[in-house]
């Protein structure tokens, strides 16, 4: 049974703004509450979509966008409901962290989630028993973080229901990224968007670049982006033509194969920058040992053909950083 506790009618008609409090006693608070920003805007008949970002507190481009939108949008030109959860892991977004400074969880990694369990897992568990029954749609806004730089993209969560798979496709076609990726996260089913797909909602993420700042180009393509996905939808009524849908133009991350893992520690040199083409089998780059100036570099390479995806931001890896990642075209079912 959770105990977390929110003000927010979601049957009201109107604007709301509010938060979702969670019981939290640390040692500098004996009765205090984690409090969650929350806001509805709901207006006449129509779908339900839920807008999420901050799942990593270190990706900004979604809870600026969703910020603005929900301090601008006039409730009477939404048709339905929009829930928004923009800066969801409240911890992690005020520690500018991808993890919560609470528990060290990644909230990314928690869902369905625990209601008595942590703080992560109780977010997780009110997202996912609270929140996304009462949604038709689901859109988790992500960015690369301190840790990567990524092309800016929509991403389509594979579904194996071939209308949902369907419904997602043209969902994150009509997003109108530079980009459109199929992530599967290696077949993790702890994400949000994985729990969003069996829980039958159209869903989609986002990757905009990252590098731990906040890219003014990412962000103009979120703010466009969110607002086409509303209009898709139903939720808007589009201030600009439709986009034009490009399914030949979407990637995908090949599996294991399609990042660049560090097998040494060390200081990493890139050899492409993003949105080069490259081949299985051609060096990605090479990790220096500073210490150790006599010990020649460690080489890593592709395992994939592709074009470079996104790549690591700090120079400094330990074995097992993601150096580089690799997209390649998508030739799965599209419908």
Sequence with gaps: MSTARTTIDFEQSGKQIGFVDIPH?????????????????????????????????????????????????????????????????????????????????????????DPEGTITQQISAYVSDVIMPMGNAYVDLHSGGSSLNILPSAIIEPAADPDLRSRNIAAALAFDAPLTVVIDNLGEPRTSTATAIRAGLVTIGTEMAGAGTVSLDALAICRRGVRNVLAHF??????????????????????????????????????????????????????????????????????????VYGRRQPGRVVMGNCCVTVAAPYYGELR
């Design 25 to 113: 006693s640390p040692h500098e608070d004996a009765w205090g509450a984690t409090r969650i920003p929350l806001a509805v805007i709901r207006n006449g008949s129509g779908p339900t979509v839920i807008l999420q970002a901050g799942n990593h507190g270190d990706e900004y481009e979604g809870p600026i966008t969703l910020g603005e939108l929900i301090r601008e949008l006039d409730p009477t030109r939404v048709r339905g409901r929009i829930i928004f959860l923009p800066a969801i892991n409240t911890p992690a977004v005020m520690a500018g962290r991808r993890t919560s400074p609470v528990d060290g969880l990644n909230l990314n990694r928690t869902f369905p989630g």
């Design 234 to 307: 139903g939720v808007l009524e589009s201030d600009t033509p439709s986009p034009l849908a490009r399914p030949e133009a979407i990637l995908r991350i090949p599996g294991h194969d399609g990042y660049v893992l560090a097998t040494t520690d060390g200081v990493f040199e890139p050899f492409h920058a993003l949105g080069t083409t490259v081949k299985a089998g051609q060096d990605a780059g090479r990790i220096h040992n500073l210490a150790d100036p006599a010990r020649e570099p460690e080489v890593v390479r592709y395992a994939a053909d592709g074009i």
